[in-house]
């Protein structure tokens, strides 16, 4: 039995970056992770083909945020990459998000301004001040025609529930453009790692102090753990508690099953993403990594992606029901001392990989505050 000072469970973006953080502040940190990997969702390798393929589907880094940009930056040098999205929508393919070329392409307008497109958006939209769900969301930015064709049925494959099920924050972080802007994001810094996530990862936790149990179960070895300061775990908060007779009830996530499928020829389709909002197929999109960083074979693959109920948690699913089972979690969790839940399952909210970065840091910063600064002071005397 050995003793740390620091206990993390699982190593992916919320544990790595607090396992780092600990171990600069010459903290000794254990890693628990149940995969055979690290780098959790974001865990990449190359094919057969010698093509960086993502295992988990597609991660695209993008962030206004400088202090996350400057953070990602100590570990890994980042080429430029603006992600582009299109659907297939009836017979034809468009750019998503909606811009103006979706809505001429789709309904054969000839909008060519940001004021056309205003009028447009203002014409066909179905007004609600304060919606309040997923389809008023949607409704109130871009109307019943467009969202019978790109978002209703697309939201049901990929939560199995129609957006009126959900919390109308899951469609408004959706992005509706005036303009011809095709990029699926409009922030500052947007970029990939040179030579993969999985690198970015192995830089962040190459640390002496840092140890990591790979293939292993932290519930299956708990007892068998020697003392340490505090726990951080990221893991679906559910499954922390899963003994306390007064919590039963489990929460809802979405999980991904992905088919992978070898193409004998240079390129399967246009684009790196294409959706398929439609119900003409099970599937919500095709992804070809070939497109990430112009990656050169003669041949490739694709990965259909499968929402799915049993699996891999990847989504938690915001409702009202789930966030009233949440609080009861929270509750609990609360009343824990230096145990620590971080991280989409562990906090149940929905973190783009930025976010995931900040949360941490911001974690470590608000606990740790004083001790950075003794540090700091120690350096400078």
């Given at each position: ?30 890693i ?9 969702n ?27 940009w ?60 304060n ?27 990929q ?49 002496p ?13 708990q ?52 959706n ?11 992804v070809e ?5 112009d ?6 693959s ?46 149940y ?33």
């Amino acid at each position: 039995m050995i003793d740390f000072d620091i206990l993390i469970i699982g190593a992916g973006i919320s544990g790595s970056v607090l396992a780092r953080q600990y171990a600069e502040l010459g903290k000794s940190v254990l890693i628990i992770e149940k995969r055979d990997h690290i780098a959790g969702n974001c865990f990449d390798y190359y094919d057969k083909n010698g093509i960086l393929t993502s295992k988990y589907g597609a991660h695209l880094f993008h962030t206004n945020d400088e202090e996350v940009w400057e953070y990602v930056n100590k570990f890994s040098t980042w080429y430029p990459w603006q992600h582009k999205v299109i659907a297939r929508v009836d017979d034809k393919t468009v750019p998503i998000p909606v811009n103006i070329t979706t809505v001429n392409t789709l309904f054969g307008e000839n909008i060519t301004t940001e004021r056309e497109m205003q009028d447009w958006l203002q014409r066909n939209r179905v007004a609600f001040d304060n919606p309040k769900n997923g389809q008023e969301a949607v409704l109130n930015r871009v109307g019943e025609v467009l969202y019978d064709k790109m978002f209703r049925h697309y939201t049901k494959k990929q939560w199995d529930k129609y957006p009126e099920e959900l919390h109308a924050s899951v469609l408004e972080r959706i992005p509706v453009r005036d303009n011809y802007d095709d990029r699926y994001f409009s922030d500052k810094h947007q970029a990939l790692p040179r030579g993969g996530y999985t690198k970015l990862f192995e830089n962040i936790l190459d640390h002496p102090n840092i140890q990591i149990l790979l293939n292993t179960d932290y519930f299956e070895v708990q007892e068998r753990l020697g003392c340490f300061e505090k726990l951080f775990y990221t893991g679906p908060i559910d499954r922390f508690f899963q003994f306390n007779e007064n919590l039963k009830e489990k929460l809802e996530y979405r999980s991904i099953n992905f088919v992978r499928e070898e193409i004998d020829q240079e390129y399967f389709q246009e684009s790196s993403v294409v959706n398929y909002p439609g119900k003409e197929v099970d599937f919500t999109r095709i992804v070809e990594y070939k497109h990430f960083g112009d990656q050169k074979s003669g041949k490739t693959s694709i990965v259909k992606e499968y929402t799915v109920d049993k699996g891999e948690p990847y989504y938690p699913v915001p409702n009202q029901k789930n966030q009233e089972i949440y609080a009861q979690y929270k509750l609990e969790a609360d009343k824990l001392t230096d145990v620590y839940f971080v991280g989409r399952l562990a906090n149940y909210k929905y973190f783009n990989m930025d976010q995931a970065f900040k949360n941490a840091l911001d974690l470590f910063e608000e606990l740790e505050v004083e001790n950075v600064e003794n540090r700091v002071h120690a350096k400078s005397v």
